[in-house]
């Protein structure tokens, strides 16, 4: 096994095309993220790209885009050791780890033993990953869909932040994201009149049709909740995405039992689970 790293993210792409087709869901993050950095500026620190060969191709994938973690693809427990080692050798402050969870765990492992600097790992949350099966009609909710415009910036910027709060992510970028996101039309609001009450976002598609797209954000404020909104565009979101020939997925907080019978009712079905874990000084 053998780790190449890359320095732009059009030739890891064209690297990775064949593994990531055999794995399009669990590699569909950095897939997406590679992607628009071919297409416009980084909103980030820096971004690496890494494969772990052999003989036969492509075997594992690793991608950080700082501050964020580092995102592990599926793969053996020979690549996970070949992995954690070129990573513990060259990559100084990591802030985590996030990926299929039987990877996570056994990468930090081999991460710490091979770490120049006392370090612990404190696993943070974990993500159920949900596959759309056959769309399925939620219940009636007064509304109506539209995709956020310019004039939307601001309303779209702080709702992306809130959702970030919400889920304990970081918000570095938001505010790139939101103007990249409405200029592409990839944000949608659920309007009840003039007023907008929830927001749906999707990820760069991969390709014009056939490719997996990862519905999210989605993001309803506290005072709008639990009326139905969320999943109505969720499922309006999806209903566009399918029209266009394309597989779809999603991201819940498995500790969120809302959100999950939520994507559940409307036909996404549960695939898998990934954990995200934070590095930090003993």
């Known amino acids: 096994m053998r780790v190449h790293h890359w320095g732009d993210a059009a030739t890891f792409l064209e690297r990775t095309a064949e593994f990531r087709s055999a794995e399009p869901y669990l590699t569909n993050v950095m897939g997406s993220v590679a992607t628009s950095l071919t297409q416009g ?55 985590g780890v996030s990926g299929p969870r ?37 219940a009636a909710a007064p509304g109506v869909p539209r995709v956020a415009t310019d004039d939307d910036f601001a309303l779209v910027h702080q709702w992306l ?66 009326r139905g909104y969320a999943g109505q565009l969720t499922a309006d979101v999806s209903r566009r995405l399918l029209e266009r020939g394309h597989s779809l997925m999603l991201f819940t907080d498995a500790d969120n039992p809302t959100s999950n019978g939520v994507y559940a009712r409307l036909g996404y079905e549960r695939i898998d689970e990934l954990v995200e874990c934070a590095l930090r000084s003993a």
């Open 41 to 95: 500026p980084s909103a980030y620190l820096h971004e690496s790209f890494w494969t772990i060969e052999d003989d036969r191709g492509v075997r594992g994938m690793m991608m950080h885009t700082a501050p964020h973690k580092l995102t592990l693809s599926p793969m053996s427990r020979e690549a996970i050791a070949t992995a954690a080692g070129e990573i513990a050798r060259t990559v100084e402050d990591l802030p």
């Open 102 to 138: 039987g990877v996570v765990t056994t990468f930090v492992d081999d991460l710490l033993a091979h770490s120049p600097v006392a370090r612990v790992a404190e696993m943070e949350r974990g993500l159920f990953l949900y596959a759309l099966g056959t769309l399925r009609e939620p």
């Open 161 to 226: 932040l809130e959702f970030a709060r919400d889920t304990d992510g970081l918000a570095h970028g938001v505010d790139a994201a939101a103007r990249t996101m409405i200029e592409q039309k990839r944000v949608f609001l659920w309007s009840v009149g003039a007023r907008p009450v929830c927001l749906v976002g999707h990820s760069i598609p991969m390709g014009n049709a056939g490719s997996v797209v990862r519905v999210g954000p989605v993001y309803t404020p506290e005072p709008e909740r639990r």
